[in-house]
Nanobody, 118 residues
Framework: QVQLVESGGGLVQPGGSLRLSCEAS????????MSWYRQVPGKERELVAA????????NYADSVKGRFTISRDDAKNMVYLQMNSLKPEDTAVYFC???????????WGQGTQVTVSS
């Protein structure tokens, strides 16, 4: 079955950096675009970044453009999110999923908490 395991979150000061990782299994990873989403309590989950199969193209929410970078390693079934110049409004639980503009799987992992605070 599909499994998505996110890691790498934590507490960081404004302006700091974090690198999130997502290990995927249960599907043919290299055949799918992959994406990162985030959610804060009381709000809908929002798409943050996406990368096509083989990493040919990427797409970012306007709020993170120029600060976040999504990448993938098909040999390891991993997708990453490098987050730089973090802001308090980036505080959220971050999730990964397959898909480009919408999540492909109804299943979601446990996510990883990112807290940006001084």
């Amino acid at each position: 079955q599909v499994q998505l395991v996110e890691s790498g979150g934590g507490l960081v000061q404004p302006g700091g950096s974090l690198r999130l990782s997502c290990e995927a299994s249960g599907f043919t990873f290299s055949s799918y675009a992959m994406s990162w989403y985030r959610q804060v309590p009381g709000k809908e989950r929002e798409l943050v970044a996406a990368v096509t199969r083989a990493g040919g193209s990427t797409n970012y929410a306007d709020s993170v453009k120029g600060r976040f970078t999504i990448s993938r390693d098909d040999a390891k079934n991993m997708v990453y999110l490098q987050m730089n110049s973090l802001k308090p409004e980036d505080t959220a639980v971050y999730f990964c999923n397959a898909g480009w503009r919408t999540p492909f799987y109804a299943y979601w992992g446990q996510g990883t908490q990112v807290t940006v605070s001084s």
